[in-house]
């Protein structure tokens, strides 16, 4: 993989794969998308998004076409284990079958990716504020069969504290399903705080059980390398996060 990619930093068993794509990928998108814009909804070119997702594949040498969601904000999750040809309306997704690739698309809003230490599992949630104030986190853990103690999370590129500023309700919202939440929260003016999504992400997953937790390093919206919503307007593309698991290779002294 080159510049174009992110390559999370966790310790995945050997047969999980994840990349993250950037807006400097192989792609056909012109301005204000360019150039890797793998957003169908945002105003691009539905042309240069087809094309976009088909370079995606090639580039990545994906062991089949991503499974995309009609993402909403929500809480539910999806289990797939075949590659399917049509948007699930969902905010995560998990699988059990080799060879499928779990995708969710931000531009600002908090990505996660799970897996088990045997690599048997996989998910992807969504988490954007409505979401992971209402629980798709716990509700993507619920639905996977593995002890807590045995999952692993990786937190991808969202909007970072100091550049995201936000209102009484979102705070109100964290706070009334935990007051000690309010550590997330730094006031900047009258009605309004920073917001870190990353230790909110964090409180939600270690309250859960999942205590091997990784990234949330980044920051999307001085990040050049991303789209960011809050930055780029309603016109601002989508990366995507993604992660797939190939089939268990045995090791050679076995």
């Not at 539905?46 to 991503?66: F, W």
């Amino acid at each position: 993989m080159n510049s174009a990619w992110i390559v999370p930093d966790w310790p995945a068993p050997p047969n999980v794969r994840a990349a993250v794509s950037t807006r400097f990928g192989p792609g056909v998108s012109k301005p204000p998308f360019d150039a890797f814009n793998l957003g169908a909804r945002c105003g691009d070119d539905p042309e240069a998004v087809a094309s976009n997702r088909e370079r995606l594949v090639e580039a990545l040498s994906l062991p089949s076409e991503p499974c995309w969601l009609r993402q909403v904000h929500g809480t539910k999750v999806v289990r797939l284990e075949t590659a399917i040809g049509e948007e699930r309306e969902a905010d995560a997704a998990l699988a059990r079958s080799p060879g499928v690739v779990l995708a969710i698309l931000t531009a600002d809003c908090l990505p996660v990716l799970f897996c088990t230490e045997d690599g048997s599992e996989i998910a992807a949630a969504h988490a954007g504020w409505r979401g992971l104030s209402a629980g798709v986190l716990e509700n993507t853990l619920a639905a996977m069969q593995a002890p807590r103690e045995k999952i692993l999370a990786w937190l991808g590129p969202a909007i970072g504290p100091q550049s995201y500023e936000v209102g009484e309700e979102v705070r109100d919202a964290y706070l009334a399903h935990d007051p000690r939440a309010a550590d997330a929260f730094v006031p900047t003016r009258p009605g309004h705080w920073t917001c870190d999504l990353y230790t909110l992400g964090t409180r939600r997953l270690r309250a859960s059980g999942v205590t091997r937790i990784f990234g949330g390093s980044f920051d999307t919206f001085v990040d050049p390398r991303f789209y960011s919503y809050r930055r780029d307007g309603a016109r601002s593309g989508r990366f995507a996060t993604l992660i797939w698991s190939n089939p268990s290779r045995l090791r050679d002294t076995e």
